[in-house]
């Protein structure tokens, strides 16, 4: 009650003199509505830059094949090969923190296409959620690969800038059928450039196909003698035209018979994979993603409790340092530069203030005549100031919100709402208003009322 | 019963070094219903008895008796409750708020009244005594639209609007042409005659004077005489008075 008439009180001063309140507010505004824009588009840019830093790899998570060892002698990583589609489908099924997780089989031989070969530095049997586990959804031409076609095991492909550029100089790649190891594939895509990683090797010497084709069809693993020791890359099995063409229904995994389930407690592992690659939702779910995997995959390989892991999780550390030291600094930059915005409309605010204290004097003398108390003068032009700033912090969103949009649609610069921005904004303008208010408010509350009524 | 009584009241300022005595000893009683002129020349000390009578400051010494109410040392707060409630001001340069209404400036003390009045009530106070003062037409102007001696009604309104029991004019007809001096200070005669509001002029011109029934002279921070007096009939003691005033060459506008 006593403080809606104090706020009429104050929009009621402030109207005797709107000019003058107008361009108060203008330090707050322009304060506000820099903040704003600044959070806005540097939230863009930054998680742009983010998302960039991020599609180098840096929420990717690889998961190899443990190691093997016989005799004392240890084969490396990925030498034992215990991983199967299964594991990926039950990374991707049993792990919340996992955005998406593809199987990786690999290959390394010719590619042909008319008179010119090539050997990619990395042919991946996959499936097309590679592409968002590895941020490169957005292709040059053409489409991905299906799912169905990694269940049927079609021999189509999808080819990396420098392969495009090695074999086909110029023309356009898709639908157009290359050749790998004399299993003729058709080309329904080409991935954007990616240029080299952090290593330097060229990640757009690559080709891209289902997995399945890759495994049956090129690496010479024929289904009906799929078993671990025979499936290696260096087969020398020559394929046939039954296998090119084959013409019985294909199923992916045998199917157990009665008995064999019966027999055998542990699942038989009938064909396996050389690596699986999962993204985590975000960088902070990374180490939660890679609990969740070696749990599913511990249960899945039947390990005991204080046994070793027979695969290994890695992440890149290194580059999700980069992304949280980038997240951290492009913070730092925006809150200074709004601190410093907001001090400057506050200073601004607190000028006209002690001004309008001055020009106020009599009124402020005439109405401690009629009964105001000190606190009454006080609480009078706290509120104003508290007003103004408020109304000025209304404005400034709207302006800043307004801006960053304006940028949006005219320069195309990533913008980002951010709803954070615009409650501190309230808040800082409101604190602006008080703090800086204060003093004048205080200085006003002072006058000795009789000084006050003589002021000329 | 008297409403107002002092008892020797001194009053020094300090300025640097020097006490500058401005009261030397101020008795003084005055009874409900008065309307008393308080003369004296610039620098007499009337302006601060003036300030001390209406607690807008408190005297160095003696005491000030309020209702029955010791009311000269209260804190700055409990003085300005005290205003809000006992008494209404009036000033030569009228002090009304620019560019608020003759409506907004009138119910402006009620927002600093402690009993809570609703807007409907405060609209209707301020309306009735406007109407009461003539101005029933214009109080939706503004001070710039309304003549001096509207805006000097607005101003007695304003010191209304509390129905305090006491009124100070500090030199209210200062700033008016004799016309409408006369039709203020025939207000200020008619609210005392009709509502028995004490009334305080503090005045330099004899001829405003000449409308109170009591005038105190004060010189020098010392009251030099008081009188009875009638606007019917000026007797001797007016004419001295003038004299003195002339002695002092401190002319009265528009006096003759």
Redesign the interface.
Known sequence: ?KIL??IR?AL?AL???PMRAMLTTLGIVIGVGAVIAMMEIGKGSSSAVQKSIASMGANTILILPGTAASGGISFGAGSVMNLTPMDYEAIVRECPSVRSAAPVVRARTQVVYGNRNWVPSSISGTTPSLLDVRDWTNLAEGEAFSDRDVLNANKVCMLGQSLVRELFQGESPVGKEIRIKNVSFRVVGVLTAKGANMMGSDQDDILLAPWTTIKYRVTGSPLASTNQSSSSETSSTVNSLSQLYPGGKMSLYPVQSVTQAADSPMPVRFTNIDQIMAAAVSTEEIPAAIKQITEVLRERHRIRGDEADDFNVRDMTEMTKTLSATTALMTNLLLSVALISLVVGGVGIMNIMLVSVTERT??I????????????ILRQFLVESVVLCLVGGGVGILLGHGGSKLVEWLLHWPVENSPTAIAAAVIVSAGVGIIFGYYPAWRASRLD??EA?RYE | MDLIELKDIYKTYHIGDMDVPVLKGVSLRIAKGELIALMGSSGSGKSTLM?IL?C??RPTSGEYWLNQREVGQLS??ER??L???TM??V?QSF?L????SAL?NVS??L???TG?ISDREARKRAVEILTRVGLKERIDHEPSQLSGGQQQRVAIA??LI?RPPVLFADEPTGNLDSHTSGEVLKMFQQLNQEDGITIILVTHDPLVAKHARRVIRICDGLILGDSESSCEQPGEKTGEQTARVGDLSESAPGGA
């Open positions: 009650m008439r104090t009180t009621q109207q005797r003199n009599r009124e003398g005439l109405r401690m005549a009629v009964g105001a108390r000190a606190r009454d009322p009789i009524l | 300030n209406g807008l400051d700055a707060d300005a409750l205003r809000n409630r209404g001001f000033f002090n708020l620019p560019r608020a907004e402006m003390p927002s600093y009244a809570n304003r010191a509390n």
